[in-house]
C-alpha cells in the first residue's frame, strides 16, 4: 500500500484557485486533509495554534505569493519565527502564478521554500512534489478533476 500525506494546507487568497487545488489534491487522494486559507496571516495563526496537535499539522504547504496585506514573502519571513519543530515538519512550495525569474531566485536566496511552481497545480506536478519531497509514491487510482 503506498503512503499518503496527512495533512497539505494552501494558502491563497483566491478561493477560486483554494477550490481547484484542493480538488486535485482530494480526487488524487494524496492527503487526508486539505486546508485551504485565504490569507497569510490566518495561516500562521493556524500553525501557530496547533502547535502541539501533529494530526492536523500540514506536512506540505502551497503558498502563493501575491496577496494582499501580508504576501507569500512576508509569510515566508514570520514563519522562520516559529518553533523549529514546526518548520520542520512542513515542506513549503510556492505556487504562484508568477513566472518571474527574479520570483525564483529570491525563493532559492531565502532557501525557506522547498520548490517554486507555477499555478495551476497537476495531478502530475503534486506527484513530483511528493516524490521529490516525501521519497514516496501516491497511489495509482488517481483521477484528474
Known sequence: MNKKLNCIMLVDDNPDDNFYHERVITRSNAADIVIPKESASDALEYLRSQKNNHNTHPDLIFLDINM???????????????????QSRAVIVMLTTSE????????????????????????????????KHFKQTIPDQIILP
Open 68 to 86: 494582499p496585506g501580508m504576501n507569500g514573502w512576508d509569510f515566508l519571513m514570520e514563519y522562520t519565527k516559529l518553533d523549529k519543530k514546526l
Open 100 to 131: 518571474n525569474p527574479d520570483d525564483k531566485m529570491k525563493a532559492r536566496a531565502l532557501n525557506i521554500a522547498a520548490d517554486f511552481k507555477t499555478k495551476p497545480l497537476t495531478k502530475e506536478m503534486l506527484e513530483k512534489i511528493i516524490i
